[in-house]
């Protein structure tokens, strides 16, 4: 069974940066996606980016897009979340979740099957 396991949220600044990171446990050789998805109060879970733990592939939000960045290390089997840049509608709680979505689910909640704790991450001054 995936176990993951999110860690990095803290309280920044506008404009600031932080880095979340997702240890994902018996991810290898089962063709997962990895995505980070956030919730902010009284909100639905949104999508903000996920990548193919086996070829790399990313795909991101486009409110993310160039600001926040994923990666994978596979030696920690774990991503991260690269966040700069931040404005306070990115406070939310954040979700790393694993599943194996097609091109149709990469960006719902209903194309994966496990989710971390999640973290919160509050931009504020």
């Not at 979340?20 to 639905?44: D, P, V």
């Amino acid at each position: 069974q995936v176990q993951l396991a999110e860690s990095g949220g803290g309280l920044v600044q506008p404009g600031g940066s932080l880095r979340l990171f997702c240890a994902a446990s018996n991810i290898a050789g089962g063709s997962y996606a990895l995505g980070w998805f956030r919730q902010a109060a009284g909100k639905e879970r949104e999508w903000v980016g996920t990548i193919r733990w086996n070829n790399g592939q990313i795909w991101y939000t486009d409110s993310v897009k160039g600001r926040f960045s994923i990666s994978r290390d596979r030696a920690k089997s774990a991503i991260d979340l690269q966040m700069n840049n931040l404005k306070p509608e990115d406070t939310a709680v954040y979700y790393c979740a694993a599943g194996r979505p097609n091109q149709s689910t990469v960006a719902t909640t209903g194309g994966y099957y496990y989710w971390g704790q999640g973290t919160q991450v509050t931009v504020a001054s």
